[in-house]
T-cell receptor
């Protein structure tokens, strides 16, 4: 029962480099999310997807792109990394709301990214 | 837009003492409320959630929370804190059909004095 798996777990980038964070879930969830966590800021939503082939912007989307080509995967891309993107990134997934019994988010264990 | 306020950035309690972490939310419709806990270097673990019905919700690890609509609050409580409860706690608000997002507060860090 893997749930939500994020790769890599740690990464150090130089300013201007690009990279992709992968989120994979095996629960057949429709909705997937990318959050970033910074000290004293809680978790802020970057982008989300409500189904395969769809994406939408969250609260802090600038500097990031996402893709949801397969239902089970949600990719977060940084085209030109900046020190301000140093953060811990969390992926989450859930099913559409049908009733309270199925309503819950499952989070991955996070990716710690440092941009120098 | 929905929002969550956790007024206390850092709380320190002695082991065995009672605990209350405050959470206030802003949401136009019926809110669905959550408390998560995060240990250092770890992901988020769900403590409890409120959807409807009984306003006192029981969760894991001996935690409970009370929903008070008139005060727009969802405070987390524990009668006797253990050293292992030291962590960061996040309150979050979401909703059901028609909304996709879960909005988090900025968190309250709990330190426990042995």
């Amino acid at each position: 029962n893997a749930g939500v798996t994020q790769t890599p777990k740690f990464r150090v980038l130089k300013t201007g480099q690009s990279m992709t964070l992968l989120c994979a879930q095996d629960m057949n969830h429709e909705y997937m999310y990318w959050y970033r966590q910074d000290p004293g800021m809680g978790l802020r939503l970057i982008h989300y997807s409500v189904g395969e082939g769809t994406t939408a912007k969250g609260e802090v989307p600038d500097g990031y792109n996402v893709s949801r080509l397969k239902k089970q995967n949600f990719l977060l891309g940084l085209e030109s990394a900046a020190p301000s993107q140093t953060s811990v990134y969390f992926c989450a997934s859930r099913q559409p709301f049908r009733d309270t019994s199925n309503y819950g988010y499952t989070f991955g264990s996070g990716t710690r990214l440092t941009v120098v | 837009a929905q929002s969550v306020t956790q007024p206390d950035i850092h709380i320190t309690v002695s082991e065995g003492a009672s605990l209350e972490l405050r959470c206030n939310y802003s949401y136009g419709a019926t809110p669905y409320l959550f408390w998560y806990v995060q240990s250092p270097g770890q992901g988020l673990q769900l403590l409890l959630k409120y959807f409807s019905g009984d306003t006192l919700v029981q969760g894991i690890k001996g935690f409970e929370a009370e929903f008070k609509r008139s005060q727009s609050s969802f405070n987390l409580r524990k009668p006797s804190v253990h050293w292992s409860d030291a962590a960061e706690y996040f309150c979050a608000v979401g909703s059901g059909a028609g909304s996709y997002q879960l909005t988090f507060g900025k968190g309250t860090k709990l330190s426990v004095i042995p």
